[in-house]
């Protein structure tokens, strides 16, 4: 499908099927702004842009919540977001820094199981101490509540799992994260230092992580195994892992393609 079948723009960073069946698709990529996202129900796409309602027409990521709203992170890899936007079905919300959303650059969303949701940002926040990255958002329904897994630094984060125990995985640009509801915990020392762009834990409990310029990284809580495209991979610059129902596992790179394992 393309602009010639009805998409507003040939450019895609998003896609998400909703519970009614609807796949959303998010348009935008790199440093190429969006043209905003589109609902395909099977025959029709119908276009959602800031005309709309939308606060950003470059779609990053989609969820919808258990409450069946839709949730829509702004910008590109390159272009900095202009916040998430709620969709009820009906009309848009916009959440922003000013909400206290702890960056408005969000390049992640996810519900956890007791309905709270997250929000991994790769921007700038202000402290008392000076200027930090952003970290992590938790929005509870009411407010919002930023962490950082550092404890000092600040992290900008990429991506957002959960482990089969519902502790949340957060990939970052200094590494992993697991947080189990009271603190964050650093894993392995020696993965890579690079972006984790997606971070996916496997039906054997093993975590696939893919990376920024270091390919992917299979670690099985004792042992770090890399792939790289010497081992095959399309590429290193590696943004989303899916473990499908036979346990391939596919790998989505930036300028290669898909690779299955």
Known sequence: ?????????DSIQALFEDRAG????????WNTPGAGVV????????????????????????????????????GTFR?????????????????????????????AIHQDRTGHLWFATAGW??????????????YDGTAFTVFDPTGSSGTMTASIGEDQQGRLLFGTDTGLYRYDGHQFTPLADSLPQAMMCSVLEDEQGHLWMGTWFGGIVRYDGVRIQKFTP????ASAQVWCVLEDREGYIWAGTFDGGVSRY
């Open 125 to 138: 926040r202000p402290t008392d101490a000076g200027w930090r990255k952003s970290g992590i958002s938790r």
């Open 39 to 74: 609902r395909y129900d099977g025959r029709v796409f119908t276009t959602f842009t800031t005309q709309d309602g939308l606060v950003d027409n470059s779609i990053r990521a989609i969820l919808e919540d258990r409450d069946g709203n839709l949730w829509f992170a702004t």
């Open 79 to 107: 272009l900095p977001g202009r916040g998430v936007s709620r969709y009820d079905g009906h009309s848009f919300r916009t959440f922003t820094s000013a909400d206290g959303l702890s960056s408005n650059k969000v390049e």
């Open 1 to 9: 499908f393309t602009i010639e079948d009805g998409l507003p723009h």
């Open 230 to 233: 010497r081992e095959g991979l």
């Open 22 to 29: 609807n796949l959303w698709i998010g348009t935008g990529a």
